[in-house]
């Protein structure tokens, strides 16, 4: 298996979703979307707490094609990277009609279906994907925003991009009962090319950030673990700020200053709620900085906020895991290296660096050569976010 992973292009998956849907279904599909996968540079664990968050779109990308079938079902063809096919059908719904249901993946689909704000007839749809899925590059938001656009070119009925990023995400809170903040379907849906999103969690405003790296690449890399705990530790650690912010008398964390957290500690609060707002607060004082940092080209003290943030979401907010913290400190100690954090929801999935061009190939040997694992590299060049392809005519 190859250790590097390399976009398809939109071009070779819409190919492939054409294929599959005339195969399946005996006529040509009439509507078509994208929507990509993301990297948070910086920001993690602060979307929740209406912090500021700093994702780039990646060029890995879920696919969407389709045609009305005049009736009112829907059958949905799903095909993975690795080949698996993945099929399944339910009503046209209304959303009073359409229940949730548990993580599977249709409800996924289904979610979106159901809170597009036009009633949606019957339709056939093939989707492709090259987005490595469960890896922390959120597979799940470019599901549901590329799910979303494929309905608006299949409708003609086109919606805000804010508007659609905060249904995709009432989507995933409903139906596959995930309490996701705003960060992946905003970036999904609003990514640019060459640039970073700054987005603001609160006033849900963002500004583009012009990567310009050319003696730099942003390494991303697979640690190919997941780790399944219990699957609370999510929402446990959502709960956890939510009861620090209470205690503060706040609505939410963005507004508490460093100096506020002693105050936690004298209400003799629970050691790990403190410990959970200690990294809120100051992660989203490194995301600000980072944009300016970013902004000024100044790489080196992003490097340096990329372990800042590292160390405290494995000591702090304690989601990291032994693989990502065994990567952080291969980079660190590699000559070249400018800063690494693990990226995600945690517990696994991926890790993001910021690396000379001219020693990437070291940085990488040694990874291949310390790491327990079996990692997966790619470049992360910042790229367009969702957009329709092909439009019913
Ligand atoms: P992440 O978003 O980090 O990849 P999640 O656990 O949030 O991980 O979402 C992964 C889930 O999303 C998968 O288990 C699957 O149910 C669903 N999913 C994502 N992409 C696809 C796809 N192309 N086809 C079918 N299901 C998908
Ligand atoms: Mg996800």
Not at 47 to 67: H, I, N, R, S
Not at 92 to 103: D, I, N, R
Not at 261 to 281: F, I, Q, S, W, Y
Not at 300 to 316: A, I, P, T
Request: with cysteine; charged share 20%.
């Amino acid at each position: 298996m190859s250790n590097e992973l390399i976009a398809k292009g939109e071009d070779r998956l819409i190919r492939e979703a054409k294929n599959k849907f005339v195969s399946r279904f005996g006529r040509e599909p009439r509507a078509a979307a994208s929507a990509p996968g993301r990297v948070n540079l910086i920001g993690e664990h602060v979307d929740y707490c209406e912090g500021y968050v700093l994702p780039v779109a990646l060029p890995f990308k879920t696919v969407v094609v389709g045609d009305f079938n005049n009736t009112e079902e829907c059958t949905i063809v799903s095909v993975l990277a690795d080949g698996q096919e993945l099929s399944s059908s339910f009503p046209a719904p209304t959303v009073a009609q359409l229940k949730p249901g548990p993580s599977s993946w249709i409800n996924y689909v289904k979610g979106v279906v159901a809170h597009f704000p036009r009633k949606v007839h019957g339709f056939d749809a093939v989707i492709v994907s090259d987005v490595p899925i469960g890896s922390g590059v959120s597979s799940s938001a470019s599901l549901e925003v590329a799910v979303f656009t494929f309905l608006e070119a299949l409708t003609k009925f086109e919606i805000d991009s804010v508007e659609k990023a905060l249904l995709c995400q009432k989507a995933e809170h409903e139906f596959p009962g995930m309490p996701c903040g705003i960060m992946d379907q905003y970036i999904v849906t609003l990514g640019r090319k060459d640039h970073a999103l700054l987005i603001d969690c609160r006033s849900l405003e963002s500004t583009q950030i012009p990567i310009v790296t050319e003696d730099i690449v942003i390494l991303v890399v697979n640690s190919n673990v997941k780790h399944q705990l219990t699957g609370s530790e999510y929402p446990q650690r959502r709960a956890q700020c939510h009861t620090a912010a209470t205690l503060l008398s706040l609505p939410s964390l963005r507004s508490a200053r460093v100096e506020l957290l002693k105050d936690l500690e004298d209400m003799n609060c629970d050691e790990l709620v403190v410990k959970r707002a200690t990294h809120v607060v100051n992660e989203i004082s490194r995301t600000e900085e980072t944009a300016n940092a970013l902004r000024n080209k100044d790489f080196k003290r992003v490097g340096e906020l990329f372990y800042q943030s590292h160390d405290s979401l494995s000591n702090l907010m304690e989601v990291s895991c032994p693989e990502l913290d065994q990567l952080v400190d291969i980079l660190r100690s590699s000559p070249g290296v400018l800063g690494a954090r693990m990226t995600g929801g945690g517990f696994g999935g991926c890790v993001v660096a910021l690396v000379n061009k001219s020693q990437l190939s070291d940085v990488k040997k040694n990874i291949l050569s310390q790491y327990n694992g079996n990692p997966v590299f790619f470049e992360c060049q910042p790229s367009d976010g969702a957009r329709i392809m092909l439009y019913n005519s």
